[in-house]
T-cell receptor
């Protein structure tokens, strides 16, 4: 049981390049989230999914797209990277036992992205 | 709108001293509250959570927090700090029926020998 994994761990992009971050969980969790973490700003929600085939916008969705074609995977895409997207990105998942209000979020180890 | 405020971005305590990390929330409806810990270069781990019931919540590693509705607070405490407690701590809130967690800006705890 690997829990929540994120690929890649590190990446450096040039402005305007695109990339996809992969989040995978093997716990059959229903809900999945993408956050970005910046110094002094805590974690901010980018997009989230409440089930396979569904996605919704979070607090800071601009410049990102997501897809949840398979229940176990949640992809975060940057179509045209900008220096403001330099950050550490975390994925998290939650089971559906009691719903998001009470369930523990399980976090991945993070992806450190630098956009030059 | 719901929000979370963590007072003090950096807190230093001596080993063996009391740890107190402050968290205040704003909400017009009963919130569910969480404390997470992040060790260097790792993801977040749940320390404890308040949903309903007892207002004093005990978590892992000797931490506890008390939900005080009258003060809209959920402060994290530990009677005696250990060097291994050095990390960043995040308070978070979510409301029943919603899917979005709101995190505070974090408090970095330093433990001095």
């Amino acid at each position: 049981n690997a829990g929540v994994t994120q690929t890649p761990k590190f990446r450096v992009l040039k402005t305007g390049q695109s990339m996809t971050l992969l989040c995978a969980q093997d716990m059959n969790h229903e809900y999945m989230y993408w956050y970005r973490q910046d110094p002094g700003m805590g974690l901010r929600l980018i997009h989230y999914s409440v089930g396979e085939g569904t996605t919704a916008k979070g607090e800071v969705p601009d410049g990102y797209n997501v897809s949840r074609l398979k229940k176990q995977n949640f992809l975060l895409g940057l179509e045209s990277a900008a220096p403001s997207q330099t950050s550490v990105y975390f994925c998290a998942s939650i089971p559906r036992l009691a719903g998001p209000s009470t369930d523990t979020q399980y976090f991945g180890p993070g992806t450190r992205l630098t956009v030059l | 709108a719901q929000s979370v405020t963590q007072l003090g971005s950096h807190v230093s305590v001596s080993e063996g001293a009391l740890v107190l990390l402050r968290c205040n929330y704003s909400s017009s409806v009963p919130p569910y509250l969480f404390w997470y810990v992040q060790y260097p270069n790792q993801g977040l781990q749940l320390l404890l959570k308040y949903t309903t019931g007892a207002t004093l919540v005990k978590g892992i590693n000797g931490f506890e927090a008390e939900f005080k509705k009258s003060e809209t607070s959920f402060h994290l405490t530990k009677p005696s700090a250990h060097m291994s407690d050095a990390a960043e701590y995040f308070c978070a809130v979510i409301h029943s029926g919603t899917y979005k967690y709101i995190f505070g800006t974090g408090t970095r705890l330093k433990v001095l020998a």
